[in-house]
């Protein structure tokens, strides 16, 4: 039966390939993939020869239209990427979408892929977290990105290029403030790397020495006590009183505007409630 399988490969060290993988490579008619002498180098080290079928950034859309009719002749492709699972910040989300609207079989198989590795050894949160991608190359579009992800209380993830990562760091530092976050690189491969601390301390670090490999960044979201400090500060100017008629003629009851304000300014109910008493 032909079929397209999506084939996750090591991100650098190439012992962590699965035994299915190689399996899928060998019985596959023909591995299209992003760089051939890449994809090579996985395919001598087992021993596996197959027609490589090149399908990158750029001719995405011709390539993916003959991957798909090739399918539909009968013939069972490999889609595999440079590193890691195709389709996530890779033009393997082109095809899948394709074959996805035209109704051909695809296969997904499990696999490696750097944005779960730096988030399990990051220390930080894994119980929510949102993963970004590559931002916008220019220094405006990139901080208004992340502008909208400063108030939220999930790690972010995002993939960064090595010339441009020290710009990245200084974008997180105006926008979220010194926030905890890792930056990871090399994942899996000799020199492996993780550094973690405010995003000041991992900047100084760089300082000194060129940034190189493929980066990942994690970046611990706002606490819940960053936003309640955040909205005391807001309102600090204001008396319970103000604070109260400022929701009151915005349109809020009294019962809800008293919840508002006791919630915003750690406040008992209670005391809130007895302030209200004295709102005409």
């Not at 490999?78 to 989300?93: F, N, Q, T």
């Not at 220019?138 to 992340?146: G, I, M």
């Not at 606490?223 to 103000?242: G, M, Y």
Request: hydrophobic share 35%; aromatic share 6%; net charge negative.
């Amino acid at each position: 039966m032909s079929i397209l399988y999506i084939v996750p490969t090591p991100i650098g060290n190439l012992k962590d390939v699965s035994l299915r993988v190689l399996e899928i490579l060998q019985e596959a008619d023909r591995i299209a993939c992003e760089d051939t002498r890449v994809t090579a180098k996985l395919l001598n080290r087992y021993e596996i020869k197959k027609p490589l079928l090149s399908y990158r950034e750029h001719n995405e859309m011709e390539v993916s239209e003959e991957i798909l009719r090739l399918v539909e002749a009968g013939e069972t492709i490999a889609l595999v990427s440079d590193a890691g699972m195709p389709g996530i910040s890779d033009p393997g989300e082109v095809i899948i979408k394709k074959a996805v609207e035209r109704g051909i079989t695809f296969n997904v198989l499990p696999g490696p892929s750097a944005l779960m590795n730096a988030l399990v050894a990051s220390g930080l949160s894994t119980r929510r977290f949102t993963y970004l991608g590559f931002l916008d190359k220019t220094r405006k579009k990139k901080r208004e990105e992340l502008e909208e992800f400063v108030g939220r209380e999930e790690t972010l993830i995002l993939y960064e290029a090595p010339h441009r990562i020290l710009d990245t760091l200084e974008a997180v530092r105006e926008v979220f403030g010194e926030r905890q976050i890792c930056l990871s690189r090399e994942l899996t491969k000799l020199y492996e790397e993780h550094l973690r601390g405010t995003v000041s301390e991992v900047l100084h670090h760089y300082e000194e020495k060129t940034p190189k490999g493929e980066f990942v960044l994690v970046i611990a979201g706002k606490t819940k006590e960053e936003k309640q400090k955040e909205l005391q500060d807001q309102f600090a100017h204001l008396t319970i009183h103000e604070h109260l008629l400022q929701y009151i003629e915005e349109g809020y009851s009294k019962k809800d505007a008293v919840k508002r304000v006791a919630e915003e300014r750690s406040l008992p109910k209670k005391e809130v409630y007895k302030e209200s008493l004295n709102l005409s």
